[in-house]
């Protein structure tokens, strides 16, 4: 919580939010909250996210993000439990990769559903328990900005999550609530992982084209969402901030 000459009031955050926190980014946010002493709840559809949330001394709750109903029971019990909610950071997503002309019906609905339609219904269900001055940091992605053949689902829903934080960081300023993005280029997730061992992605081709030679790494992404939560970042909201190595402006 930032007071009004833009510090942080000690001892008066309340919790942290974080979707898709049972592992990869979110739990590495988690992480970090929790090792600057605040107070950490995790939302993910995986029950893993269980055994995740207590190793790091977080709270957790089992909630699909596409499951407008699930949110609002969720968010209701944090904030009677815990106190106003002091920062939001949805991380939770998914991708379908293959050809555009024969992606499925449902791979499509699948991907939108998950990382648009499930970052706008978290922001939504937990406007009425937002502390006063919050902080939504919503995972975006270099395909917020670049054409990723082949993913044209993920683009579609990335280039939206970037519409969405811009729309309720205007509207919602006035609460003083701050709405950003954190766009990270390939990070080193289980997801990325999977996709290399489906040979989807080629980590030594990938490397090479971004100019600071290497993949991010959790801590990287994890440090541009910390800035958006904490008392550094008080006047900027509607912003897309690129985790990138330098990829997105690369040629
Ligand atoms: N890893 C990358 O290279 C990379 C790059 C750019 C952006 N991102 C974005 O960062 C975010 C996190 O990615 P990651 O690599 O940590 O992924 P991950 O697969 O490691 O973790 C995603 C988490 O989201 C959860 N999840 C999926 N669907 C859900 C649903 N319907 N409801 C609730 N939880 C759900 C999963 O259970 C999982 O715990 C995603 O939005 C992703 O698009 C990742």
């Not at 559809?45 to 407008?68: C, K, L, P, W, Y």
């Not at 940091?137 to 829903?157: D, H, K, M, Q, W």
């Not at 040979?199 to 993949?215: A, N, T, Y």
Request: charged share 20%; with cysteine; glycine share 10%.
């Amino acid at each position: 919580m930032i007071d009004d000459s833009g510090n942080q009031k000690e001892g008066q955050m309340g919790p942290i939010v974080i979707t898709g926190a049972a592992k990869g980014i979110g739990l590495g946010v988690a992480s970090a909250v929790r090792a600057a002493g605040m107070d950490a709840v995790i939302f993910d559809a995986d029950t893993d996210g269980s055994r995740s949330a207590s190793e790091i001394g977080a709270g957790f709750h089992r909630v699909n993000v596409t499951d407008r109903d699930e949110l609002e029971a969720a968010f209701s019990r944090v904030a009677e439990e815990r106190g106003p909610i002091s920062g939001l950071v949805n991380s939770a997503g998914l991708t379908r990769t293959g050809p555009s002309a024969e992606l499925s019906v449902a791979d499509w609905k699948l991907v939108i559903d998950v990382d648009l339609t499930g970052t706008f219904f978290a922001c939504q269900a937990a406007f009425p328990y937002l502390a006063e001055t919050a902080s939504i940091v919503n995972l975006a992605s270099i395909a917020s900005a670049r054409a990723l053949p082949e993913r044209v689902a993920y683009t579609a829903a990335k280039f939206g999550v970037v519409g969405v934080t811009r729309v309720l960081a205007v509207e919602w300023a006035e609460r003083g609530i701050r709405v950003n993005a954190v766009a990270p280029a390939w990070t080193e997730t289980l997801l990325v992982t999977e996709l290399v061992a489906a040979g989807k992605i080629d980590r030594e081709d990938l490397s090479s084209r971004i100019p600071m030679k290497r993949l991010a790494r959790v801590d990287d992404v994890a440090g541009a969402v910390m800035f958006f939560l904490g008392a550094d970042s008080p006047y900027i909201t509607g912003q897309t901030l690129y985790v990138d190595g330098g990829y997105t402006w690369a040629g």
